[in-house]
């Protein structure tokens, strides 16, 4: 429990903080990556230039800082963001780099009104927050067999198959000749990438696309690539340029939080659109080797932007439902989608809706957002809903 008088304190003072968040955690990474222009290589440029990085991080202070006495609220914020830095090496000396850092932001952007007291209650709840990640970290760590100066291994591309035009399926062998680590269908791996014209590494998060073999593991990437407004995607188009059979790429062990218990024997129902396939596609292997019951929804444009279309053969306990909600005339209804038009979840509810079910999303934001309020409108419980997102978490700590 914060003491009495700290809480009073953060209490009075969050709604300020609130107004500042994003201009303090912008100031932070500013002040930051200059003092450690290293540290560049680990964030990822792509969300310094969204600005998700800094909304992310402020949400979650700013959630951290009103639920830190619930733990149950606080929970999947935790882990969500622990295996997130478990996936990037984050190390426990770091935190005394940010700490530093974002005090010295809070300070700056809010100037005298901190005052001693302030400044002492929010470098608690500062230092709260880090124990709590620290210590699942490391755990995390210890788990996987590695350490932070360890957390990438060597790995070789063994197969390479294109997903119509928007993708690319890369099965993975570690280099070493060892076996690939054990992972939970859901889970992703950080590729690490030299990109040699800007000087800077690179890390991205891949989730793996094919249940566990024990010696490879499979990622699907779509390919970012730039129009007038943005630019090429940094990794993901130097894969789809780079990552041919037998080139070598840096990979770490495989985390995340939205994971199938590969056990239980429950229900499981997967909602994805476009390439938030790849966990489901892990999930719906795993499920099918397991004969367990499953519903498989999955949203895209068209059949050629249905990425590893070519894997959804019919399983007997697996109901699915392809959605294209801008067919083409060659798409054919009933053989690879069953429904043309737009997705409301609740027009098929009775295939979708199971008794004693656990709910998968993956997609846009926006999309995850109305799938989880449809299944919750329709009786689903709240802490059925389990969802990935493919960027800074900027839906967890809102919730
Ligand atoms: C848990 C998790 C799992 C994931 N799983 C997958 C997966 O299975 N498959 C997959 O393909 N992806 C997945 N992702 C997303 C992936 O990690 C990358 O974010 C994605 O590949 C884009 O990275 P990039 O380096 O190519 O693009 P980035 O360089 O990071 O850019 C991202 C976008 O921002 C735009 N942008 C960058 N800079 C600017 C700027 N200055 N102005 C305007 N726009 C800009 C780019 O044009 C691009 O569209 C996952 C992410 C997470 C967090
Ligand atoms: C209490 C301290 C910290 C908090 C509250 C925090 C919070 C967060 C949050 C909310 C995210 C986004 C997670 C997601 O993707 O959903 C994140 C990602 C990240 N964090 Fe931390 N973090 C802390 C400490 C650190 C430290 C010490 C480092 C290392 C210097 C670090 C490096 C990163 C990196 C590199 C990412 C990924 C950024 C990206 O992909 O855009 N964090 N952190």
Redesign the pocket.
């Known amino acids: 429990m914060l003491a009495p008088d700290h809480r009073a304190t953060i209490d009075a003072t969050l709604p300020v903080v609130a107004a500042n968040a994003t201009a303090i955690t912008g100031r932070f990474y500013a002040r930051m990556l200059d003092a450690h222009p290293e540290?560049r290589n680990?964030?990822?440029q792509g969300?310094q230039a969204s600005g998700?990085?800094k909304q992310?991080?402020a949400a979650?202070?700013y959630a951290?800082a009103q639920y830190c006495d619930t733990p149950d609220a606080i929970e999947p914020l935790l882990n969500?963001?622990a295996h997130?830095?478990a996936s990037?090496g984050?190390a426990a000396d770091?935190?005394t780099?940010?700490g530093r850092h974002l005090m010295a932001a809070i300070g700056e952007i809010l100037g005298d009104a901190v005052t001693a007291e302030i400044a002492e209650a929010w470098d608690t709840v500062?230092w709260r927050?880090?124990g709590e990640?620290i210590a699942r970290e490391a755990v995390l760590y210890q788990d996987a067999g590695i350490t932070p100066a360890t957390f990438l291994r060597e790995y070789e591309v063994i197969e390479r198959v294109a997903e119509g035009g928007v993708a690319v399926s890369l099965r993975l062998r570690p280099t070493d000749d060892g076996p690939a680590p054990a992972f939970r269908p859901g889970q992703y791996v950080s590729v690490q990438v030299d990109l040699a014209d800007i000087g800077l590494r690179q890390l991205r998060q891949y989730s793996l696309s094919d249940a566990a073999d024990g010696q490879t593991l499979r990622i699907t990437v779509k390919q970012e690539a730039g129009d007038d407004v943005r630019p090429d995607g940094l990794v993901s188009m130097h894969l789809a340029r780079h990552a041919d059979i037998g080139s070598r790429w840096l990979v770490s062990n495989p985390f995340g939080d939205l994971a199938l218990d590969p056990d239980a024997d429950t229900p499981v129902v997967m909602i994805s659109a476009g390439v938030g396939i790849t966990p489901m596609a892990a999930m719906r292997r795993h499920l099918s080797r397991q004969q367990r019951q499953g519903v498989f929804v999955h949203v895209a444009a068209h059949g050629g932007r249905h990425i590893l279309k070519r894997e959804l053969t019919p399983a007997a306990h697996l109901t699915d439902l392809i959605v294209y909600d801008a067919a083409r005339v060659e798409d054919r209804l009933g053989t690879d989608h069953h429904h043309a038009g737009r997705f409301t979840l609740a027009e098929h509810r009775d295939t979708i809706v199971r008794p004693d079910a656990d709910y998968y999303l993956c997609g846009p934001l926006p999309f995850m957002t109305a799938q989880r309020e449809a299944l919750l409108d329709l009786g689903v419980p709240a802490n059925r809903v389990h969802f990935e997102?493919f960027?800074?978490?900027l839906l967890t700590a809102t919730l």
Do not use: C, S, T
């Open positions: 540290l680990l964030f990822n969300n998700e990085q992310a991080l979650a202070v951290y969500r963001i997130k830095h990037l984050i770091m935190y780099i940010v500062y927050f880090a990640l997102v960027g800074p978490d």
